[in-house]
Every structure is written in C-alpha cells, then in structure tokens.
C-alpha cells in the first residue's frame, strides 16, 4: 500500500511543484499518472521514491518515506526510467540485470538466476549476454524492465514506457505491463496505452490532484481532459 | 562518421574486445594484471644498450596475440595516437650520445641510436601489453582484480565510474556537434565564439546525466561498491600461468637468450 497525506514539494520556496497530494494506492492496483508537461508527474515519482525530499508523509507499506528508511523503500519499489540508456550503464544487459539483485546480497549463482527469471518473464532470453549499445530501443526498454523485475519489487514505477517506441514494440511493451501482476503507478501521456494497462487514473494539473478514479471515466470525460491541456485517447476520438 | 562518434564506437569496441572468448581472455584477471605488471616492469629495466636482449620480449605480445585472437591490425590502430608519443621520447638521443657503439657490416652505429631504438621498442612492447589486457579483460574484471588486491573501494569505483562516463559524456558531445554542425554549414568544428556556451552546455547536460544514472543505480540498492557479476574462481590454470609466465620473462631479463642462441648458432 503507498498512502499520500498532505504532500508537498517545492524546488522554489513559494513555487510548488506538487502540492497538497492526498490519496491511497491499495495493492495489486494498477494507477495511470497523467497530466500535462510540467504538471508534476516526474517530480511526483522522485519524491515517492526519495530522491527528492518532501512536505507531509508518504508511506510505503509500514515504512515512511525519509532517508532513514530509503533502503526498506527502494527494496520496494522498482523505477523504470524514460531515457533507458540511464538505466543501462553496465556493458552487457546480464550484467545489469544482475546489478541490483547483487547489491541487495545475492550471491552471483541467485543473482544469475534472479536475471534469467526476469528476462524469461519477458521473453527476452536471447538478449542475456548482447551488449547494452548493440540492442534496439525496443529491446533496451524491455531489458530495462527486466533489471528492476530482477529485484522482486513489490511496486513497479514506470515513466514514460512507450516514449519513442514503434508501434510494435510499443504494443509488446503494453502486454508486457499488462501480464505483469504487480501494483504499478505509470506515468505517460499515451493515453491508450493507460487504457490498456491501468484500472484507476490521478490526473496532476499543476501539481494538484485534478481527478483521481476509474481509468474509463476520467480518459472518456473530454471536457477534463481538454481542460488540462489533454485529448481523448485516439480510440475514443472515433478517427 | 563524427570524430567523437568514432571514438564512441572506439571505445565500446574495447569491451567488444574484452567479451571473445579464447584461452587468454578466460584467464582470472589478477593473474593478467600480475603477469602484465610483471612484464612492464622487466622490460622497462632493460639497460638503454641492451637491444638484443630486450628483443626476446616481443615474444610475449606476440603470443598474446596468437593466442587470444586479438589482431595487431586493431592493437595498431587503437594505439595510433599515443605510439608516436611514445616513439618521440628517444628521438634526441642520437644528438646527444654519438660515441660508437657497435659495427654493422662496417657501419658504426652510435650508442644514442641504440638507446633510441631501446627506448622505442620498450615503449612499444609496454603499451602493447597494457592494451592486451584491456582487450582480454572487461573493466569490470579489471576493478575486480584490483579489488582483491585491496586497491580501495573508493579508487576503483572511481576507475570504473570514470570509464562509464566518458562514453556518457562524448555522447552528450556527439549529439551537441551534430546539432551544431547541421546549423553551421561549412564551419569546420565549433567556432571559437561558441566555445564557451558549448562548454557549459556540455556541463549541464552531463551532470543533468550523470544524475539521473546515479539516482538508477541508487535505486538498485547501489551504496558506494560495484559487486561484479561476471567474477570466476581462480583455478590451477591460473596459478600455473601466473607462476610460469613471469619466471619466463625474469629468465629473459636475466640472459640475453638472442645472444645464447645466436652463440648456439654460430657454434660459439
């Protein structure tokens, strides 16, 4: 369970950047964090994750978002960054699935096992030991994921995972998400891709909860979306 | 292709390199790293006239390079830029040291020309070894070994650190040459004047980088050491290597062997 009680954040004194955010994520749900450019949605996951610091409480599970508890928190939470080539610094994409599992005192034969797990989860056994530079975008991206699955983490924080993908490797990445039984917070602004693999949406405006609930009614509510400097998802736009 | 993109590649080759498979490269990367330094430093200690004996050193190298596969072309190649350097540190000596040394087929051949050539072929023999165990050895195998033998966490980290983000920075520099070059038809490189936002620019968007792969590899449970995953027990292979190998070299350091089996030869 992740719990917002009167959060804020600033990089400004005077400035929010986020303010007053209020909400409960319950497990296994399965969230859609949209809002336009600046509305704070990247900021919002620094925050969840405690690379920023913050005004209220944040809770994941029993523990409270603060540099004492970083480490129970970033066992827990698995981010997926938009630029994958800032995910991927180790030569070869074993060697980078194998990185948390390791720093999280596996021995190299779990550690091994833990990465074969993740790429045969998303069918990406054959990239195990191609080198980081040499593998497409889609494939970086699906090996991205694999380097947090490699951890285990009880939530899965994605941002922007469709970014600059092709159609079809935007369309793996989507089942990809779906058949992924976790509870999940994704950030992006392709709106049907929140369809397909999120069942309740918050919408930032900036830095504020606009709307929070089901996936299908806040992305078929035209007038909120348009007020917020968003458009239907293109299935619903009858084109 | 962009110089920067090329060396991009360049340097990605390197862990190319290091990532084939052949006897050498499956060696434990301390006994690399020993034999190497062993190697270095016996052929640096050769005296500056000791031309026949350091020749036998070639052996070594040239072994590695049979052995592991690694092309000559390739070491050459990568080594282009620092062998002329290396090659230029004995250029003077002929000028200073002209007294006679030794006769070829009546031709007096001064000790300055000697020590010249001494100096050029240790230098040679020496980068050749250094980029053998580069080209054999991840740098995460490097760190490794380096590691074991309690070189500091913090200086290896840094070592390693240091080589995953020059790739990140001459990616930053690739793309902003680009950009630069398609607005600038006919310039050759970045004007003077443009220099300085260049550079700053350059800064900013390496550290907004360096920041975002620092905060993944934080997210990943990093807390200040790299636990390397591709690590290997060492076995007897390696000890045996790491024992015979230097014996070998100390053998020709200590006997000019050219000179004992040319006296063979001639029946001396």
Known sequence: MICFEHVSFGYEKGKPVLEDLNFIL??????????ANGAGKSTFMKVLLGLLPHEGTILVD???VNTKNLKEIRRKLGFVLQNSDNQMFMPTVYEDIAFAPLNYGMTKQEA?????????KLGITALKHRHNHKISGGEKRMAAIATVLAMNPDVLLMDEPTSALDPYNRRIIINTISSLEKTKIITSHDLDMIMDT???VILLSKGKIAADGPARDILSNRELLEANRMELPLRLQGI | MDKIEQAVLELREMDELAAMRSPIHSLHPLTKLFTTIVYI??????YKYDLSGLIIMVLYPVLLFSISGVSVKTCFYKLRIVLPLVCAVGLFNPLFDRAPLLSLGGLAVSGGVVSMITLMLKGIFCLMASFLLVATTTIDAICAALRK???????????????????????EVAVMTTAYKLRAPGQKGVHYKAWGSFLGQLLLRSMDRAEELYASMLLRGFRGEFHYAEGKRADARDYVTALLVPAVLLFFRCYNVAMLFGGIAMGV
């Not at chain 1, 091994?112 to 045969?120: F, H, M, N, R, S």
Request: proline share 2%.
């Open chain 1, 26 to 35: 319950q497990d296994g749900e399965s969230v859609g964090l949209i809002g």
């Open chain 1, 62 to 64: 029993e523990y409270e």
């Open chain 1, 112 to 120: 091994e096992e833990a990465a074969d797990t993740a790429l045969e």
């Open chain 1, 198 to 200: 999120c069942q309740r």
């Open chain 2, 41 to 46: 430093f016996l052929t640096v200690s050769f």
């Open chain 2, 149 to 171: 033998v309690h070189v500091p966490a913090m200086i290896v980290t840094l070592l390693l650190l240091t080589y995953r983000y020059i790739t990140v920075l001459m990616d």
